[in-house]
């Protein structure tokens, strides 16, 4: 159980268009999603939390005009990349917890490498 | 800030040998503590949860948490191979529902 899908696992676009990435949690509902940005050799770097129903909360440093957040259901949030830049190339991983105890840990996707030429 | 904090390694131990990854977390309102394991170019995947002070065995993997210490550990027994990775160490801090991620050790058991 507690499987997260994320999609596409990569992608390559040109300087100044937009990427949407997708996450789903496949086997629960799940109200709080995470979004992480890693670059090579360096860690998991919290980027935003994505709340069903309501506007994402952003870590301080990330412009949210740049990353759209949407959580418009219980399965699913996406991030969209907009005008990427070479900069903006990384590796986006998702994350959501299933609900019920406060322990639950959270459960990755496999990740969206994301390369801006 | 609300740091954990891992050494960054790389550890190096023979095949067969224990591995002892180690984790200080600065928040002792974390409550709940989670090792991940990466391998290169992928994402993380649960290891062990662990919550209460003490020892948690699963396998070849045995978690411990001392909270009046703020450290968390994590032992491979028979470490092998395909044990080479980064492992992460996690807290979980209930009331604000934030995971705080330290940077990782790298492991690297030699064959």
């Given at each position: 159980g507690a499987v997260v899908s994320q999609h596409p696992s990569w992608v390559i676009c040109k300087s100044g268009t937009s990427v949407k990435i997708e996450c789903r949690s496949l086997d629960f509902q799940a109200t709080t999603m995470f979004w992480y940005r890693q670059f090579p050799k360096q860690s998991l770097m919290l980027m935003a939390t994505s709340n069903e129903g309501s506007k994402a909360t952003y870590e301080q440093g990330v412009e949210k005009d740049k990353f759209l957040i949407n959580h418009?259901?219980?399965?699913?949030?996406?991030?969209?990349?907009?005008?990427?830049?070479?900069?903006?190339s990384s590796f986006y991983i998702c994350s959501a917890r299933p609900p019920g105890t406060?322990?639950?840990p959270l459960h990755f996707g496999n990740g969206t490498r994301l390369t801006v030429t | 800030q609300k740091e954990v904090e891992q050494n960054s390694g790389p550890l190096s131990v023979p095949e067969g040998a224990i591995a002892s990854l180690n984790c200080t977390y600065s928040d002792r309102g974390s409550q709940s503590f989670f090792w991940y394991r990466q391998y290169s170019g992928k994402s993380p995947e649960l290891i062990m949860s662990i919550y209460s002070n003490g020892d948690k065995e699963d396998g070849r993997f045995t978690a411990q948490l001392n909270k009046a210490s703020q450290y968390v550990s994590l032992l491979i027994r028979d470490s092998q191979p395909s044990d080479s990775a980064t492992y992460l160490c996690a807290a979980h801090e209930y009331n604000f529902n934030k995971f705080y991620f330290g940077s990782g050790t790298k492991l690297n058991v030699k064959p």
């Open positions: 418009a259901s219980l399965t699913l949030s996406t991030l969209t990349v907009t005008s990427a830049h070479p900069e903006d406060g322990n639950s | -």
